[in-house]
Each structure stands twice: as C-alpha cells, then as structure tokens.
C-alpha cells in the first residue's frame, strides 16, 4: 500500500477548509464519522468485538488464563494488551512510526486500564487465591488503516471487555500445599462478565495548520502538524461540568510542536465530543446487551449500525428516492452526462487528429 502523497494545493485545501470549520466530506471539527460497533464477532475466543470507521477496521480479542505467581497482591495490571497491524495496515503504521506507534497505543491501553477496581468494578473477581489469579489478554488487530485509530481501538476494547465470560473456579487444597483448578457446573451458564460499563474512551484532537480536528481521515492525517491523545472517562451525569470530568491520559504524539496555548482548546474540544461519544458507545452497548440476553444467554451475530455522523443509507438522494422522488434519480443521471459526454467528445476529436 502506497504512502498518500498531497500537492501543495491539497494541503492548503485541506487545511483552510479546517479554518473555516468545514471539511472535504461535509463535517464540522467536532463531528464523527459514522461508527459501526459489532460484538462478538468472534467465536473462538472468551470475548470480542469489531469497530469500524469508514475504512478503519479494528478487531478485538480477549483470552484468559489462569496465572501463577508468588503473590497476586503484587501483580496489579492483570490486563495485558497486545497491538499488532494486518499485512493491510502494515504500511500505514510503520509510516506512523512503526512498532513505536503500536507500543505508544499499548502503554496508553495500560494506563488507561491500570488500577484495581477504578475501571473494572469486579475486579477482584480475577483473584483465586494468594497464588492464583486469571490473567486477562487483551489482542487488537489493526486490519486497516483509515485514520482515528486509538479512538476507535478504545471503543473496541470496551466492547470486547463488556462481552467477555470468564468461568467460575473452585480451588481445591492438595497435599504438600498445592491446589487443583476444579469447574463444577457447564462453562455455558458457569460465569461472570467483567463490569467495564465505566471503562474510558479516547478522543484524538489533531492540529492541523492553526486549527483543530476530531476524527481525522486518513487523507487529513497525512498533513497534521500534531495529535493530542486525551483518555477521559464517562461524566458521572449529565449536569456534571465540563472542569469535573477525569481525564486519564494526556499524551502528545507525533514530531511536530505544539503551542502551549492551544492546548486548553484541544481539551475543551476533547471532553465536549468524549461527551457525545461515550453517550453513543454506551447506547450501542446496551443495546448488543440486551439482545444477548433475549436470546438466552447464547451467543449471536448482533447487525452492526451507525451509532454516530449520518447513516450511510440516510444520504439525501437515498432520502429523496424513499420519499418517492424518482425525479432525483433522473437528474442525477442527467447531470452526470453533462459532464461525462464533453470530456468524451474532446477525447474522440484529440485522437481523430493525431491520426491523420
């Protein structure tokens, strides 16, 4: 896959269209592109999701094992998450900075997470014993590559958190103090879901030029200067102040400099679209949830959907079409050979004359 390559004229398109608040694709700075959520999506592994923005496609995984250590006390991130791009968007991330780039996602992951019972209320629930302790493996795959990448791996892992089943076990003394790992009941109604409903969500704010974005494409990206990388949890209402609201992670990425003095603006813009979007995420969730359980408990294939921007079947000649305005149809149609035909006709005259 090629590296996006932009002329002068584009980067200046791009980002005087930016200061003027408005984008390529119709946007303002603060809006999302549509976000499809689907979870599980995975069979094979304890609980999964897949989030997908425009062309960016994240694929989750969560594994768990039981986990032996001298003491479970001092074992305090008992999530592990792994970040690793497709042969797709291998290209993508290495022009990113490589492993680098995975490795920052990773350590924002973990500090994110990090903590015992401040993101996952039932956490000690992964305890057995002083010894023994399930270890949460958290694998994303980043199968391409279309801009917003960590906003849209947070909400991954949320999902795939929330739709994770981790099996009750009994621990049973043995001789010479050693324990037996027993499992009474079926794995199919035996367990416990891990309670991430409070996990937090990122917002990526790029400056690009003297103005700031959310959700930048992949095009956008190509011309950003910086990107602020804000972590920030779910507001506990609705009339909670924009000042009250906990932001986990500030981290700045990407070689170009910053002015200190945008850098309040960036957070303001941060926490008022994380407003929006865990208000969004949350919905959606809920929603997978409760169909889960109307089926019985039983895993099924939830129909993902835009929980964000404008659907894409809502576009205004889809719209105009189900109101019965066929006429919307015939004039697109017309005007697509007006400027079809022209450009048609030169071709035919240009190679009528060169032959004779």
Known sequence: MEPILLGAAEKHFIAQGLADGLRSDGRSIDDFRPIWVESPALTTTQGSSRVRIDTTDILVGVKCEVLECE??????????????????AAARTEARGGELFTEAIE??????????????????KLILSKQFMWKVYVDVVIQQYGGNILDAIFIAVKAALLDTRITHLALVAQDEGKFNIECGESTETNFFRLEAANAPLSISVNQIGKSIAVDCTEVEEAVLRTSLWVVLDQPESERTADDCVRLRVVKQMFAGGMDPRSIPAMLDLAV?????????????????????????????????????????????????????????????????CILIVPGIIHAIVVIVTHKR
């Open 107 to 124: 350590a924002v992951l973990t500090e994110a997470y990090h903590g015992n019972g401040d993101v996952i209320s039932n956490m000690d």
């Open 71 to 88: 003491d479970t006390s001092l074992t305090p991130n008992r999530l592990q998450f792994t970040v690793d791009p497709s042969c797709l």
């Open 272 to 336: 008022r679209c994380g407003r929006k979007l865990h208000a969004a995420v949350n919905a959606r969730l809920e929603e997978i949830r409760n169909e889960v359980e109307f089926s019985g408990g039983t895993v099924i294939k939830v129909q993902p959907i835009s929980i964000l921007g404008l659907e894409p079947e809502k576009h205004p000649l889809a719209v105009l079409l189900d109101q019965g305005c066929t006429c919307a149809l015939c004039i697109n149609i017309i005007l697509t």
